[in-house]
């Protein structure tokens, strides 16, 4: 079997007979549709990533299974790249050298259900997960708007945030992440176990530094949800209602607020949300919406989308996550490819003014969308604004007006870890790279400063860390 990607010399057919007993997908076709992730909401990486694949696809079934995939691996020092549901938007499970991509979603069970805890093989697809806990009368505090496809492995290795983030931090905060177990890739590969504030050497590190099998997580009380969306005549006034909603007693397990013509992209609300309204979107217990209600009257708002899961099946609306985090650009671009997105901190103190500043610099290209979350104890919005796309040049512009107005960019049309969110090396997740794949076999494509530091030892490389 020939190289698929053109850029290994493997014997790609001895390779996959040596895999047994694991399964392996051959066929080009089906090799390339795994080799591709949610990339191309960025023009920039949908160019730099729409022709690289992977020669070779298993789907191991257990930890066993993945480590003789990682041993085999090893031994003929192929490159290696992780995938779950391929929900990532900044090309983190596109195979770039080519290589073996493992696909974890075989791995799948929930293995227990603790009373305030789960604990779950990394291929576990997130809805499934939620669907067991909601059985017990919990859920996971944090998850992610594409839920229905991601595996939770995959959301701990490339997100930090998601639906429930407003309430309950982001992943990284303590307490959401209990333990993560992880293999290396060597010709002997060893579990390590991560625990306290070790978890964040490998979460949210992109499957470069280590090979997640199981993880337990927190979980809290489930509630009888009313997905909500509230309407104002502005987006400033929305905004503040948004704050407002972050602040209160309610017990809101999401808050975002839309530029009235993000809504124009939302086909399935047509005739349900009034046109030219920005909107405000939310999670919240049934005993407290004549809480939310008020609140949005005293902002002079109007409640026009109330519905429990029963009454969102009977009329086959979507979840009204659907209409938040990156599931809006999702929704943009299924009309309009020229759409892309931002992604920039709004830092506390949260106030009315800074965005009523930043509209006008802004310009008419530019589509604001904040989600309202915690981090680090404090209340702070990331918009994640819609862009009318016509060169790369006015991207980084815009990136940069936010930045002069105090809003710090992470840029989501990198696929490099260090160009990304990080803006310089976490050379704590690199020291653990040495030590659990020493040979720069997982993902390595995705972190630049790799190469400077490969040949160090892991505690020189730590001691660049600052």
């Not at 090799?31 to 022709?51: N, Q």
């Not at 492995?153 to 309950?168: C, D, L």
Request: aromatic share 8%.
């Amino acid at each position: 079997m020939t190289s698929i990607s053109g850029k290994t010399t493997t014997d790609w057919a001895a390779f996959a007979a040596a895999l047994a007993p694991v399964e392996v997908i051959d066929e080009p076709v089906l090799v390339k549709k795994r080799s591709r992730d949610f990339f191309w909401y960025s023009p920039i990486l949908d160019r730099r990533l729409k022709t690289c694949f992977g020669d070779l696809v298993a789907r191991p079934k257990s930890p066993a299974e993945m480590a003789h995939c990682l041993s085999l691996s090893a031994r003929h020092r192929v490159p290696v790249t992780l995938r779950g549901g391929g929900t990532g938007n900044y090309g983190q499970s596109v195979p770039m050298e080519g290589g073996l991509i493992i696909d974890t979603t075989a791995m799948g069970e929930a293995l227990e259900i603790g009373p305030d805890f789960v604990r779950v093989q990394a291929g576990c697809n997130i809805l499934k997960l939620n669907e067991a806990l909601k059985a017990k009368g919990r859920e996971l505090p944090v998850f992610p708007s594409t839920q229905d496809i991601a595996t939770i492995g995959g959301f701990i290795s490339g997100g930090s945030a998601g639906i429930g983030t407003v309430s309950h931090g982001m992943l990284r905060d303590a307490g959401n992440v209990l333990e993560i177990k992880a293999l290396s890739a060597e010709e002997t590969p060893r579990e390590v176990v991560f625990s306290g504030g070790r978890i964040n050497m490998i979460h949210h590190a992109w499957g470069i530094n280590g090979v997640i099998t199981e993880l337990t997580l927190r979980t809290v009380p489930t509630e009888d949800w009313i997905g909500c969306i509230a309407t104002f005549a502005d987006y400033p006034a929305c905004y503040a209602a948004g704050i407002a909603l972050a602040s209160s007693d309610i017990r809101r397990k999401l808050c975002s607020t839309l530029d009235a013509r993000i809504g124009t992209y939302f086909d399935r609300l047509k005739g349900i949300i009034p046109e030219d309204r920005a909107m405000l979107v939310t999670l919240v217990p049934r005993e407290q919406m004549a809480a939310f209600r008020a609140l949005i009257a005293d902002h002079n708002g109007t409640v026009d989308l109330e519905m429990d899961e029963a009454e969102r099946l009977a009329r086959k609306l979507p979840h009204a996550f659907e209409f938040s985090y990156n599931h809006t650009t999702l929704q943009a671009l299924k009309t309009d490819r020229k759409v892309t997105y931002l992604q920039i901190l709004c830092p506390a103190p949260l106030n009315v003014a800074k965005i009523e500043e930043l509209q006008d610099v802004l310009g008419d290209d530019v589509y604001m969308h904040h989600e309202f979350s915690l981090m680090g104890g404090q209340r702070v919005a990331f918009d994640l604004p819609l862009v009318k796309y016509t060169t790369d040049e006015r991207l980084y512009e815009i990136m940069g007006i936010y930045e002069a107005h105090g809003c710090p960019a992470s840029d989501p049309h990198s696929c490099i870890i260090e160009e990304g969110g990080m803006k310089k090396a976490d050379y704590r997740h690199l020291a653990w790279k040495k030590r659990m794949d020493p040979l720069g076999l997982l993902n390595t494509a995705k972190t630049r400063e790799w190469a400077h530091v490969r040949d160090m030892t892991p505690e020189a490389i730590e001691a660049l860390h600052h």
